[in-house]
């Protein structure tokens, strides 16, 4: 299969990342996406909602700030009522780790992770984490390939296959195939 390499990061990426996914939903049945305002997971959930097993994953609640949620409750709505699921839980790179780490200047093993990830692209870390995410939510099966949707900032730049896993068990995780990613980040 081709790569797709974008130019530059960014949202005007998304509408290809999403053909890209939708042409990939026989081959794979779960797809994950992040989204912050949800944008990027009502167009996922709008185009293969119905043919596959679409997991919209939101930034945690309080990401931008106390009681701030980035999604509205009607953005959420449209998503359910087009086929997606959605999850807002703990980023995993920016757990209670992290506010240790701020608060003692210093770091953890999550900085580590996400900083190596962030190597290969923003949408590639996290790529990395909505799938661990969703699984540790139990919304798609550990061990099973899936199609992750991710972006930098907004919107998608971002394709890649992952096996899945737990965060329990992150080492079981592989990112298998880059079908889409910038190329300067």
Do not use: W
């Not at 989204?35 to 596959?52: D, I, P, Q, S, Y």
């Amino acid at each position: 299969m081709d790569v797709v390499y974008f130019d530059k990061a960014g949202r005007e990426n998304t509408d290809k990342c999403i053909d890209i996914a939708e042409k990939n939903i026989g081959k794979y049945k779960d797809v994950v996406v992040a989204t912050t305002t949800g944008e990027t997971g009502l167009m996922a959930a709008k185009r293969f909602g119905k043919k596959a097993n679409v997991v919209v994953v939101t930034h945690s609640s309080g990401f931008k700030g106390e009681n701030v949620e980035e999604i509205s409750d009607a953005k959420r709505k449209e998503i359910e009522a087009a086929g997606g699921k959605l999850f807002t839980g703990t980023i995993l790179t920016c757990s209670i780790e992290r506010s240790f780490a701020d608060k003692y200047s210093g770091y953890g093993m999550s900085t580590v992770v996400a900083d190596t990830l962030r190597l290969l692209g923003q949408g590639m870390k996290v790529c990395v984490e909505i799938v661990l995410e969703a699984c540790d939510a139990g919304m798609i099966e550990e061990g099973k390939d899936v199609l992750a949707v991710a972006g930098t900032g907004r919107g998608a730049d971002t394709v890649c296959v992952i096996k899945s896993a737990v965060s329990r068990r992150f080492h079981s995780l592989k990112v298998r195939e880059i079908l889409a990613k910038p190329r300067d980040f």
